[in-house]
């Protein structure tokens, strides 16, 4: 039986990651007149590190960091990914990222269907927020848990963001399904025993899956069927993931 359905953020309610996070970091980078710029191949692989500090970091080597001047490299990521989520924020707010297919209509089922529904991203809280608003409208949000930021140690592949919603839900691995956009994102959900649904967004599309229960190309809509690209259980897809799917997808984990 499903008692929780958990969404990831970035990928899964919006592709954010393609038209908001890159295009803030580019933005960032220029009006901070930073020596940075990220094609969207270089983003790519950027994605598979979870956070968005974390993938500042990553560029900020100790010898960048003596070419800029700068004595504080973690100050100096700190600060420039405030910049950076404030520059994001104004994209959602402009209606640059729109929505997945299926996204509300999911949560606005699992809602009527007595399931806890919850966000579940090591992204800035703020932005989760944002984008969950965006995606279902505030009206339904409103009865969305939000799990984000910094409130775990370790960030995906790790599973401690999903290890922590579980808990905070007060319900048990087989009793929640998950989905994902990500290899790094499937990898986190089967680390507390949860096979995730996957919609693979912009940058995922070849990315490792194993372990999923599903994979599709979207949500789907009843007038816009998601198409089936992996479905190693057999379950019961018919162009949709509606609860009777979601259900499903629990019941082979008794």
């Known amino acids: 039986m499903a008692r929780a359905l958990i969404l990831d ?4 309610l919006a592709n954010t990651e ?3 996070h890159l295009v803030a970091f580019n933005h960032m980078f220029d009006e901070l007149d930073l020596p940075f710029h990220w094609t969207e191949s270089e983003y790519a692989e950027l994605v598979k590190i979870g956070g968005g500090k974390e993938r500042l970091a990553s560029v900020l080597s100790p010898e960048v960091a003596r070419e800029l001047g700068i004595t504080d490299p973690a100050a100096a990521v700190a600060s420039w990914h405030r910049r950076k989520t404030d520059i994001y924020l104004e994209l959602l707010r402009d209606g640059t990222i729109t929505a997945r297919p299926g996204v509300r209509r999911l949560v606005e089922e ?5 399931l806890r529904i919850a966000v579940a991203s090591t992204s800035a809280e703020l932005s989760v927020r944002s984008v969950l608003r965006h995606a279902i409208e505030p009206s339904l949000a409103r009865h969305v848990r939000v799990f984000a930021g910094d409130i775990v140690p370790h960030k995906k592949p790790a599973p401690d963001i ?3 919603a579980l808990r ?3 319900v048990p691995s087989h009793e929640a399904v998950i989905i994902e956009d990500s290899g790094i994102g499937c990898k986190a959900a089967c680390g507390v025993g949860v096979p995730p649904i996957i919609t693979p967004s912009s940058y995922t ?5 194993t372990g999923a229960a599903l994979v599709v190309s979207d949500l789907g809509e009843l007038d816009s069927p998601a198409t089936l690209l992996s479905n190693p259980r057999n379950l019961p897809f018919r162009g949709i993931v509606d609860i009777p799917l979601v259900t499903a997808i629990a019941s082979c984990m008794q």
């Open 205 to 209: 599309g070849d990315d490792d899956f």
């Open 18 to 20: 393609r038209d908001g």
């Open 168 to 170: 905070a839900l007060f």
């Open 162 to 164: 999903y290890a922590y």
């Open 110 to 114: 699992a809602l009527e269907a007595g």
């Open 9 to 12: 953020c970035d990928g899964v």
